[in-house]
């Protein structure tokens, strides 16, 4: 199935409505595509295949960088800027890029020729470039990694048709009104952000950028702004309350959704935007799935505190009987992994993807969900692997053994504690600083425990659920 490439389309039936603003310039429809038009040209003059990568924040050269890629029917490979280098490098050589499109701010003096930064790419001659007049469903339009596991990076592969039907099944579940202005603060490189960016497109609605979370910055544009819909992760709701303490003025009138997900959220946070009449719907989504596939409805938030809620339509659920692993089928789910073309099916039973989540879901069908099936934990609306964190430890010298778990954090939802064995007491300040050279800074361990030995089985695997029990006692 193709349809009409979505940018051509909104700037013939909507030239003149804003598409993108950062709240000091904006874009509409037909000035982004014009834009796009001579980034294609640019583009082109760097020969960069199919794969396109961007290191980028939440700017609007960004944004204008990624529809570029997109319309001229290249593939957008989003690399994630607070990965190390090690960690970099395993997911360009697994997408063998050869160009690498960089904000300015984030360039690093060990990058090589395969990186060209935003302002060198727009010096280029501008050059009429052509946008492709259709987008086939079946095309993949963006890759995201969801682990950066040694010698295994998992590339999530994501269609226009993933990202359509993700939009239009959000849209029936939330409603869609022509003067809906989307915030998006959550990174674009991550799929709670692209996904934003992509809707705004299929919508033909206004998206605005923020370049970075900070609850005064975000209680501004929440009272003087018309945005309707923000999506947040429970870290960044929870700031946001805080920051409503200390507010004498209400959100501004248009202001409609709150749409949290990235994690679960305790009930008081819930309740307490309960009472300040904060609308939090609640969702529930993987990259897998192109973000959100079960969700609440606004009349519902109230009343079912704690509910990720129902599925979307065209998008169905169910419990796996032996664990209660929550299964799904949807035109969302990703058709597989890059370079791992046997992986999506170890996932699959008779149709239905294995989420690897444990969930409840109440007589009427509401989903709760209860945690993971695997060591997985969220920080601050980012996933970490306790295996990659290990596997990075075992080669620090004097740890026999490590074991990474999450301890549950009122600000993050969860931070990284290791437990090691080793013969002398570590240098905690180095272990520190050697995680920081070799993984990103959220996925360094904020404590260190030292242990005699590890809790194992018999086939000698680590009980990490004794040692999550071990730091969330109460």
């Known amino acids: ?53 961007i290191l980028t924040d939440n700017t609007l050269i960004g944004y204008e960088i990624a529809m570029t890629v997109l319309a001229s029917g290249r593939t957008i490979v989003w690399l994630n800027w607070r990965l190390a280098k090690d960690e970099l490098d395993r997911q360009m050589a697994d997408s063998r890029l050869t160009c690498c499109l960089v904000a300015d ?41 969801t682990s950066g596991t040694t010698g295994n990076p998992k590339g999530v592969l994501q269609t226009f048709g993933n990202h359509f039907y993700s939009a239009v099944s959000s849209a029936l579940n939330l409603g869609l009104g022509s003067n809906d202005e989307w915030l998006c603060v959550a990174p ?48 960044m709701l929870q700031k946001l309350l805080e920051q409503r303490k200390n507010s004498q ?14 994690g679960t959220t305790d009930m008081a946070t819930l309740k307490q935007c309960a009472k300040l009449q904060i609308p ?16 609440l409805r606004a009349q519902d938030a109230l009343r079912k505190l704690g509910s990720v809620g129902q599925p979307l339509f065209m998008n169905q659920i169910r ?32 149709g239905w993807y294995h989420t690897g989540d444990v969930g409840r879901l109440d007589n009427e069908g509401y989903l709760y969900v209860d945690g993971r099936l695997d060591e997985m934990f969220i920080s601050g609306g980012e996933n970490i692997f306790p295996q990659e964190v290990e596997q990075v430890y075992q080669q620090y010298p ?42 990103a800074h959220f996925k360094v361990p904020r404590r ?27």
């Open 398 to 439: 004097g740890i026999k053994q490590v074991a990474v778990v999450g301890q549950n954090d009122p600000k993050w939802g969860a931070v990284p504690v290791a437990f090691i064995v080793t013969d002398s007491e570590p240098d905690i300040e180095d272990l520190i600083h050697f995680g920081y050279q070799h993984l």
């Open 105 to 145: 701010s984030l360039v690093r003096p060990t990058m090589d020729k395969r990186f060209t930064s935003f302002e060198h790419f727009l010096q280029l001659p501008a050059q009429d470039g052509q946008l492709v007049p259709e987008f086939d469903f079946g095309q993949v339009a963006s890759i995201m990694y």
């Open 249 to 262: 003025c209400h959100y501004n009138k248009y202001f409609r959704c709150m749409l949290l997900g990235g």
């Open 188 to 235: 674009i490189f991550h799929i709670s952000g692209f996904s934003i960016l992509m809707r705004g497109l299929i919508y033909g609605i206004t998206v605005r950028l923020a370049k970075k979370f900070s609850e005064a910055t975000i209680e501004k544009i929440l009272v003087n702004e018309p945005v309707t819909i923000m999506s947040v992760v429970p870290f």
């Open 1 to 53: 199935m193709k349809t009409q490439n979505w940018l051509l389309k909104q700037s013939s039936t909507q030239p003149d409505k804003v598409a993108i603003t950062d709240g000091q310039k904006q874009l509409t429809f037909s000035e982004l595509r014009d834009v796009v038009a001579a980034n294609i040209g640019r583009l082109n003059q760097l020969k960069p295949g199919k794969f396109v990568g």
């Open 319 to 350: 419990l796996a009987p032996e664990n209660n692993e929550i299964l799904l089928k949807s035109p969302a789910l990703t058709p597989g992994y890059l370079n791992q073309p046997g992986r999506l099916e170890c996932k699959m039973t008779a």
């Open 280 to 295: 939090v719907v609640q969702c529930y989504g993987m990259t897998e799935t192109c973000s959100q596939i079960v969700a």
């Open 448 to 474: 260190y425990i030292r242990v005699a030995k590890l809790p194992t089985n018999a086939s000698g695997k680590i009980k990490h659920y004794l040692l999550r029990q071990r730091v969330n006692k109460k």
